[in-house]
């Protein structure tokens, strides 16, 4: 099976955790797509999602489905995303679509976060995908030379030559070289220096459950 093929078949099971009559958090990147795209055909059963980024908005209202303000939700019983990168304690980097904040936001406020991923994002430890992290721009020398510091290398992401801003209006710092042995110390660490917004280590908030795509069909993991 393709890489797509198996995103396909992630976001149809991710179904199966969908309560009928219940408004369902709905991350952002191309496997939650699948996810959306199998959402249209039980929308009549759904009160509506919330969603992480502008771009899930778009692709969830133009199928019909109702959109609620995360700020109006008190909570959701289940929350469907995809991830970079997932281990075997369900710890994950996020953000490549940058939509990290958002998505750490939608998380916090479900009972259960379920990840759908192929198994490509399956790793022994976490590190090897570029971690994302959301800054405010005036930060960005002095958090910088922080990851410096632990040995990584950031660069700050640009789209059409120009910094890449998000739904948040903030910028986004792409580190490479970190081993990330300890997640939930790693990202209380981050967490204090100031100008970050989010860092895409979810420790604090991690899976619950992976549905992940293999040749041999979905795996259903939990933490
Ligand atoms: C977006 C995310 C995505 O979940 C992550 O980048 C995985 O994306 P894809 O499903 O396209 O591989 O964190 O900010």
Not at 89 to 103: D, F, S, V
Not at 175 to 185: E, Y
Request: glycine share 10%.
């Amino acid at each position: 099976m393709t890489q797509d093929e198996l995103k396909t078949l992630v976001g149809q099971a991710a179904l199966n955790y969908v309560e009928p009559g219940s408004i369902v958090g709905v991350g952002t990147g191309s496997t939650v797509n699948k996810f959306i795209d199998a959402l249209a055909g039980i929308k009549h059963t759904l009160a509506g999602a919330v969603s992480s980024s502008v771009e899930s908005t778009d692709r969830l209202q133009a199928l019909g489905i109702r959109v609620f303000d995360a700020a109006d939700v008190e909570e959701l019983a289940v929350y469907i995303d995809g991830a970079d990168e997932i281990d075997h304690a369900g710890y994950m980097i996020k953000g490549g679509g940058a939509a990290l904040t958002r998505e750490k936001i939608v998380a916090a406020q479900s009972r259960k976060f379920v990840c759908i991923a192929d198994e490509s994002k399956w790793v022994a430890t976490l590190g090897h995908y570029p971690l994302p992290v959301e800054i405010i721009p005036m930060a960005t020398r002095r958090i910088v030379r922080e990851f410096a510091a632990l040995g990584g290398s950031a660069t700050v992401r640009l789209k059409n030559g120009k910094p890449l801003l998000t739904d948040n209006g903030q910028h986004i710092l792409d580190v490479t070289g970190l081993k990330i042995s300890d997640p939930l110390a790693f990202e209380c660490r981050v967490n204090q220096w100031p100008g970050v917004v989010t860092v895409g280590v979810f420790a604090l908030h991690k899976a619950s459950v992976c549905l992940l795509g293999t040749a041999s069909g979905v795996k259903t993991l939990t933490f």
